[in-house]
């Protein structure tokens, strides 16, 4: 079985200060990871994944993701944020299970 | 490129009444399909995936099926509508070849029933 949790539910943060948004999984076996975006009313985009190799990995719009093995985590990050970052970020992982399981999402909230 | 369509893009049906929401994928042959919901505050709940025509797997048990009539055709479907329908769906695509089942996705359609 696999699970992914994103541990904050609502993160507000001040534009150009940097953010994190949390997530850890469970899986018995390797995994592929993945961060999407969704802004009001559209559908998901990707941020970035993780397949293999490097285990830091930068995507879109500055984000950058570092795949943590022994923590069984993979947490987004982004230095400095813009009001435009506003929206919901969610964590999925593909290990053992046919399709992605997607976390609970974390809502960030860029405040000016 | 690959796109994906869904319509209608905003829906308002009385509790009841059916429902026929549609999901089109262009530029990809042999796609696995996706429809998931999102109610109000809620993460995404995944309802039905389709690994070809005719195949449809059911993630929850209720009152909406999924029909694939053509490869890159994916229909949504209710005989009678529940007020906890309501949310908004997504249809999604990834490769039917690829081993970690990136989505793709596409703008949704908001239910509201009343």
């Known amino acids: 079985a696999q699970s992914v949790t994103q541990l904050d539910s609502q993160v507000p943060v001040f534009e150009e200060a940097p953010v994190e948004l949390r997530c850890n999984y469970s899986?018995?076996?390797?995994?592929?990871l993945f961060w999407y975006v969704q802004y009001p009313n559209q559908g998901l985009q990707l941020l970035l994944k993780?397949?293999?190799?490097?285990?830091l990995v930068k995507g879109i719009n500055g984000f950058e993701a570092e795949f943590n093995k022994s923590q069984t985590s993979f947490h987004l990050r982004k230095p400095s944020v813009h009001i435009s970052d506003t929206a919901e970020y969610f964590c999925a992982v593909k290990g053992s299970a046919r399709q992605l399981t997607f976390g609970s999402g974390t809502q960030l909230t860029v405040l000016p | 490129s690959q796109t994906i369509h869904q319509w209608p893009a905003t829906l308002v049906q009385p509790v009841g009444s059916p429902l026929s929401l549609e999901c089109t994928v262009e530029g990809t042959s042999n796609p696995n399909l996706y429809w998931y919901r999102q109610a109000a505050g809620r993460g995404l709940q995944l309802l039905f995936y389709s690994v070809g025509i005719g195949q449809i797997s059911s993630e929850v048990p209720q009152n909406l099926s999924a029909s694939r009539p053509q490869d890159r055709q994916f229909i949504l479907s209710s005989k009678k509508l529940l007020l906890s329908d309501s949310g908004f769906y997504l249809c999604?695509?990834?490769?039917?070849?690829?081993?970690?089942?990136?989505?793709?996705f596409g703008p949704g359609t908001r239910l509201t029933v009343l």
């Open positions: 993780y397949l293999s190799g490097s285990t």
């Open positions: 899986s018995s076996v390797s995994v592929y």
């Open positions: 999604a695509w990834s490769s039917g070849s690829a081993s970690y089942n990136e989505q793709f």
